[in-house]
């Protein structure tokens, strides 16, 4: 569980997250009353303290906040004022608390969550027709919880929740158990990885969980160990199923280019209510009813939220601007299984997208684009012409090792784009490339604004 220093001020989220408390796990337990969309809860908070603090701020919005307890080690800390304004929790404690100290924080919070609106539109806790939908990239975990919403902190979970009879809530990791209570139900669910809080969420819908079948009785899979499971409405459990029925052969493929699959199960969420775009978070995928046509604009979206579990869940990033080593990384997964399901080659991908972004003539950094792009189709498509180009300077073998030990070093731990440059340097060096050689490749397709030219074929 990392308890480094989170990388603050973030630019592109600089509302967010503090310097001063890390958090190793979250203990939440929510009540849930969905015809009001009200929320009861109770957060727990084991961390460290960074630096010597009297004040603890905390992300909170639109939550109102009741009894707060704080224990250093085995011993009481007074709490002698708490406030939440301007989406922050502010605990003033009664002495002050030197660096290393250990910090446990207890909070009872409720309220109507609202969504949190910024650059990239409205995220967060969502009421939706019938059940709740939860969307916290880049800080929009703030909205159900107290915490430290920035991705460079990364913490274990226990999530408990209990709603209306009927209905199950679909949360991060493994179910460990279930109960009844009159109308109510209560559901636990444990997530073992250290994984930010953007990533930790709950859905809640008439959701029956099964698990998924291989997608062919002749298939043997090399990953039979990673259950895949699939939560949906009945209604639409049988589309769901012959449309995400490829998950199992997706993770073969995956795990065999970049490694084994980060967490203990995937399970993917449809919901009644279609959406935009699917979304991910640790250990799950949540796609709309309309990602289920069967078509291959569907199935690759279905491919990169997958893909996400290695590339932004088990590796993360230390600040925003470096949301290309999530996102180009995931669109070069689409490639990958396109070849692999025989779509079309992935090389036919690339040229694809890089005429794209030629027609389009307009400019990005990619590596620092700023908070109002981050999200911009051309990261994903420049990440992944990124790592296509190394690959074809490299070779696919001396490439695929490389990517494989990149998540290997940093598996649940957080990177930037300096640390994959050092990185393919390093390993380009070992199999005999000059130094510097593979920043020179990535260097324009990452730091220059101008498209660079498509890259040339690998050597035979």
């Known amino acids: 569980m990392s308890e480094e220093t989170p990388a603050l001020p973030d630019p592109y989220v600089p ?29 727990r908070l084991e961390g460290t303290v960074l630096n010597p603090l009297k004040r603890v701020e905390l992300d909170l919005h639109a939550l109102g906040v009741g009894k707060v307890n704080a224990r250093s080690g085995p011993r009481a800390v007074t709490v002698t004022k708490t406030a939440v304004r301007h989406d922050r929790l502010i605990i003033e404690l009664g002495s002050q608390l030197e660096a290393g100290s250990d910090l446990t924080l ?28 939860v969307a916290g990239q880049p800080n929009g975990a703030q909205t159900w919880f107290p915490c430290v919403d920035h991705p460079s902190v990364k913490s274990t979970y226990s999530i408990a929740i209990t709603t209306d009879a009927g209905y199950l809530p679909v949360c991060n990791g493994v179910p460990t158990g279930h109960r009844r209570r009159s109308s109510r139900e209560e559901w636990t669910w444990e997530l073992r990885e250290p994984t930010p809080s953007y990533l930790v969420t709950v859905q809640i819908g008439r959701y029956q969980l099964v698990a998924v ?43 065999r280019h970049y490694g084994p699959y980060p967490f203990e ?37 279905v491919a990169h939220e997958l893909a996400h579990q290695w590339f932004g869940n088990a590796l993360t990033l230390r ?3 470096d949301i290309w080593l999530h996102e180009g990384f995931a669109c070069y997964s689409e490639w990958l299984w396109s070849e692999e399901s025989g779509q079309a080659s992935l090389r036919t991908q690339a040229r694809r997208a890089w005429r794209g972004l030629f027609v389009k003539l307009r400019t990005i950094v990619v ?35 490389l990517i494989r030990s990149w998540v290997a070093e940093h598996r649940h731990g957080t ?46």
Not at 419 to 438: I, K, N, S, V, W
Request: aromatic content about 10%; some cysteine; proline content about 5%.
């Open 15 to 43: 509302g967010s997250g503090t310097g001063d408390f890390t958090v190793r796990h979250y203990d939440l337990q929510l009540e849930v009353k969905l015809a009001a969309n009200r929320i009861a809860g109770r957060a």
């Open 106 to 133: 207890d909070i009872a919070y409720s309220g109507v969550p609202r969504m949190l609106r910024g650059l990239w539109g409205e995220i967060g806790w969502e009421e939706l027709e019938d059940g709740v939908l």
């Open 213 to 255: 079948p291989e997608h062919d009785a002749g298939h043997q899979s090399p990953a039979d160990s990673v259950p895949v499971f699939l939560a949906t409405s009945p209604a639409l459990m049988d589309r769901a199923q012959a449309a995400l029925g490829l998950q199992t052969r997706m993770v073969d493929c995956f795990s």
């Open 265 to 301: 199960r995937y399970t993917a969420v449809v919901t009644d209510d279609e959406l935009e775009i699917p979304l991910e978070a640790a250990s799950l995928s949540i796609f709309g009813s309309n990602h289920l046509d069967g078509s291959w604009a569907s199935e690759r979206l």
């Open 319 to 321: 600040q925003w601007k």
């Open 367 to 401: 590596a620092d684009p700023g908070p109002e792009l981050m999200f911009d189709d051309r990261i994903y498509k420049r990440g992944a012409l990124t790592l296509y180009a190394l690959q074809c300077a490299l070779g696919s073998e001396v490439f695929a090792a």
């Open 415 to 460: 990177v930037d784009t300096a640390l994959f440059l050092d990185h393919a340097d390093r390993h380009a060096q070992g199999a005999g490339h000059p130094e510097g050689f593979t920043t020179e490749v990535m260097s324009p397709w990452l730091f220059e604004s101008a498209l660079p030219a498509f890259p040339a074929a690998e050597a035979s």
